[in-house]
């Protein structure tokens, strides 16, 4: 069973879109959840990071937690084409230290 | 803004020769780090450096890998003897403290290519 699961994509969203990731996880005690952006050739860019159930919000990004289903998602609103790239899920498991298991990541296409 | 920096960017080497790469993490932060991604896979942690010590390893993190802090800012990866499957990029990361859970910066990365 994989750590942390991705859909591969690709993704395409038309400009102005919502784009919709999403992410889940094998182990039920992990407590903290990451979404890192890359670009092709690039290293890992943070967005933003989630620990509690629910939803946060930083500008045009959503990330959406719950925990009882496993299932860690990111929502782009008014997506650009500066937006195309691959998304990363990464968990931080409890007991192994501050080491992170990433998702395969998904592709995503923002189309003008 | 403060970033981890990594060099050299691009290093091409034999099987079997022993390469370092070297990161600078951001000046405040606390905790290292070394994971890898070879091409088209997904981004996979190596070992993580706290006080002058190995927190953790994964699997990969044998006994060809090494680790180092030689002076106050720099932070090294060694690879004893390359093989072919360690073509990959490699990537510093840092945070700033040690208490689980925290945020990791990663650096540009380190592509390695082993002929």
């Known amino acids: 069973q994989k750590e942390v699961e991705q859909n591969s994509g690709p993704l395409s969203v038309p400009e102005g879109a919502i784009a919709s990731l999403n992410c889940t996880y094998s182990d039920r005690g992990s407590q903290s959840f990451f979404w890192y952006r890359q670009y092709s050739g690039k290293s890992p860019e943070l967005i933003m990071f989630?620990?509690?159930?629910g939803d946060k919000e930083d500008g045009r990004f959503t990330a959406q937690l719950n925990k009882a289903s496993q299932y860690v998602s990111l929502l782009i609103r008014d997506s650009q084409p500066s937006d195309s790239a691959t998304y990363l899920c990464a968990v931080n498991k409890p007991h192994t230290g501050n080491q992170f298991y990433f998702g395969t990541g998904t592709s995503l296409t923002v189309i003008p | 803004e403060p970033e981890v920096t990594q060099t050299p960017s691009h290093q091409v080497t034999q099987m079997g020769q022993e390469v370092i790469l070297r990161c600078v993490p951001i000046?405040?932060?606390?905790?290292f780090y070394w994971y890898r991604q070879i091409l088209g896979q997904k981004v996979e942690f190596l070992v993580s450096?706290?006080?002058?010590?190995?927190?953790?390893k994964s699997e990969i993190f044998d006994d060809q890998f090494s680790v180092e802090r030689p002076d106050g800012s720099n932070f090294t990866l060694k690879i004893r003897s390359t093989k072919l499957e360690d073509s990959a990029m490699y990537f510093c990361?840092?945070?700033?403290?040690?208490?689980?859970?925290?945020?990791?910066?990663f650096g540009p990365g380190t592509r390695l290519t082993v002929l």
């Open positions: 000046s405040n932060h606390l905790y």
């Open positions: 990361a840092s945070s700033e403290i040690p208490e689980y859970p925290d945020t990791q910066y």
């Open positions: 450096f706290y006080n002058n010590e190995i927190s953790e």
């Open positions: 989630i620990y509690s159930n």
